[in-house]
Nanobody
């Protein structure tokens, strides 16, 4: 199994930037596909971005395209989400998730990190 810990959230003004990190411990990091999700108060959890175990395959939700960059450093067992041009509607708890490459579901989740975009 793998344990995940998010960090990097905080308060930022509209138009600002944040870089979220997800540190993983456990089995070989490259064996896991990784993704970022977010959940705002009163709303459903939604997908933000995906990156494959090798980093070779990336996918973004429409809400993230053009503003977010997902990356990973397998040598450091860490995944990142660079967020630029942040908007108030980006305010949410951001979670990282992992799944074994052989499985369909995301079985491992971090505790979340709060991102608040407000002036």
């Amino acid at each position: 199994q793998v344990q995940l810990v998010e960090s990097g959230g905080g308060l930022v003004q509209p138009g600002g930037s944040l870089r979220l990190s997800c540190a993983a411990s456990g089995r070989t990091f490259s064996r896991y596909h990784m993704a970022w999700f977010r959940q705002a108060p009163g709303k459903e959890r939604e997908f933000v971005a995906f990156i494959s175990g090798s980093g070779g395959s990336i996918d973004y939700a429409e809400i993230a395209k053009g503003r977010c960059t997902i990356s990973r450093d397998n040598a450091k067992n860490t995944m990142y989400l660079q967020m630029n041009s942040l908007k108030p509607e980006d305010t949410a708890v951001y979670y990282c998730a992992a799944k074994e490459v052989s499985r369909y579901t995301y079985d491992y989740w971090g505790q979340g990190t709060q991102v608040t975009v407000s002036s």
